[in-house]
């Protein structure tokens, strides 16, 4: 059997994985906390020696294993002609060249692309996507990205930066976003922002079991620490969360009306709220996207927790090879 | 030389042409108002009439021309596949088989897509989008359209509905369009709306020559004035020019961070504004989308005032030929 070994990169977590050549099987997945302020060097250790192992365990399993590539999933933007990550601010990389790297220290042939695309192309090739030709992932975590599977393909645009979803304006004078631009969806409803308007609520002296579950350091209130009080039913959170989908589900109506796509795949932790955020959320879609629109096209949570990724960037290794 | 015939419907205005199979030449084009309220027999026979008199032209001109076919624009949305317009408000049609009733009446064999695709298709064909691979078309009139050439080919999405490019939300909590949503880019910057702005700024009591050029009768000002008064020097068209400008550059700004295209194409009425359109809306984008979407995307004017929707059609049957 063939394999080639899945490689994505967070600013949080490094996960790694050898997936079978039709996407049919996962081995010797692995995860490890990125800790970037280490420094590049060490960083790109810790992966290489998560990447071996990987291999490794993979060969135990499978002992006629052949491992064809590597691919990567990396915060963008990138440079995929060139396998250069041109800028992460999280990683501190600029103009990094990622897929040499890789290539001269696993020995092994490398491709890269953009993160938030490899998580989408993974739950279209085996996860929530599949048997479909047109797409749209969007990974909610620190930031929001996004992917675009358009007729079939992953669409990169222009210069590689298309899907950057997470930073369309929903109100012109909104509020500001890390990018620079005001009023963007991700300063609404990244994690982060999602744990912000969780405590401007509070704030206001809004009661609820938030504040206990911090022991009253509103500081420590995570997007986790929203949803876990929402599944318990509290109010605030439950408005939170509602708000969220809100937003969410103007963003989400936008590309519905633009690229009328069969389904559109929420990644990330915001999923754990389950039928808190999506009821709304497809509520809120249904509400602004051309009926059509929504009626063709499915709002579902991904399935590939955590994997996403991985088993993308290998279908990016699989298809740059198929037309190599 | 073999031609096609290209039919652009309009909800003002029906115009027809026969374009050489290259897109070199264009013969016999002619228009007619729609007057919709006519009713839609009516709307036909002059239709019909139209196109049979573009093609008598086009043979006397061309005594060997060859009419391939004709390819038509019409508002959608619709069933391309099946050649239906499915809903016109503006025409009164409904699961109106379109494509049937011409090939009756001319005898020649027909292709049908949306209007604003086929205007951006003309303009990505012979225009000021050919040459590039990923191109965004906005056309500015009575509402806002749009379409997408993705890799090179016209993007329809999974059910015809790709492009809706007016009714993205630029404001969650914004004015109400006539689609029902909130905040849609179209409920402000389509000419209709750019006219209301004027009329309510107007209102506040603001001096401005555009009374004077309606005598005073604001109920007769149109975006056509409002450019007019702004190319001639007026404060408040100007103002009004330039918020247009913004609100469009906020809706450009999205389809640049999610497309990545290499030009967006402005069609319509509105770029008679010339500079005091473009120089704000380059501004408003250069300052809302990320830097490398910016700098991979021209934003222009189209070149084929009042016949992009003729060249669009041809290219639509023509391109559908190619396939059959």
């Not at 050549?21 to 692995?30: I, M, Q, R, Y």
């Not at 990169?156 to 005001?182: L, M, P, W």
């Not at 401007?200 to 911090?214: D, H, I, Q």
Request: aromatic residues 4%.
């Amino acid at each position: 059997m063939r394999y080639v070994l899945g490689i994505d990169i967070g600013g949080t977590n490094l996960v790694v994985g050898c997936v079978a050549e039709d996407g049919s099987a996962l081995h010797g997945s692995a995860s490890a906390p990125t800790h970037a302020e280490a420094g590049t060097s060490d960083v790109v250790d810790r992966l290489v020696a998560l990447a071996q192992g990987c291999i490794e365990e993979t060969r135990r399993a499978i002992p006629d294993a052949e491992i064809l590539g590597v691919g990567v999933g990396a915060p963008g933007p990138l440079d995929t002609h060139r396998g250069i990550v041109l800028l992460s601010p999280n990683l501190g990389w600029v103009n990094f060249p990622l897929r040499q790297i890789i290539r001269d220290r696993l020995g092994l042939h490398a491709e890269l692309d953009n993160d938030a695309n490899c998580a989408v192309l993974g739950e279209w090739w085996v996860g929530a996507a599949r048997d479909t030709r047109h797409a749209i992932g969007i990974t909610i975590g620190t930031g929001i990205g996004g992917g675009l599977i358009l007729d079939g393909k992953l669409y990169h645009g222009a210069s590689d930066v298309a899907g950057e979803i997470g930073h369309a304006t929903i109100d012109t004078e909104g509020r500001r976003c890390k990018c620079g631009n005001y009023g963007c969806l991700e300063a609404y409803a990244s994690g982060p922002n999602i744990a912000i308007r969780a405590v401007e609520a509070l704030e206001t002296g809004a009661e609820s079991r938030l504040s206990a579950m911090v022991n009253g350091d509103l500081g420590r209130i995570t997007a986790q620490t929203v949803y876990e009080a929402a599944q318990a039913g509290d109010d605030l959170a439950l408005e939170v969360v509602n708000d969220t989908a809100r937003f969410l589900g103007t963003g989400v109506a936008n590309l519905l009306n633009v690229f009328n796509p069969e389904v559109v795949v929420v990644c990330g932790g915001v999923t754990q709220a389950g039928d808190h955020l999506f009821v709304p959320l497809r509520r809120e879609i249904a509400r602004r996207a051309f009926k059509p629109a929504v009626a063709a096209c499915r709002i579902v949570p991904g399935e590939l927790s955590g994997t996403a990724g991985v088993y993308g960037a290998a279908k990016v290794f699989l298809d740059a090879r198929a037309n190599a």
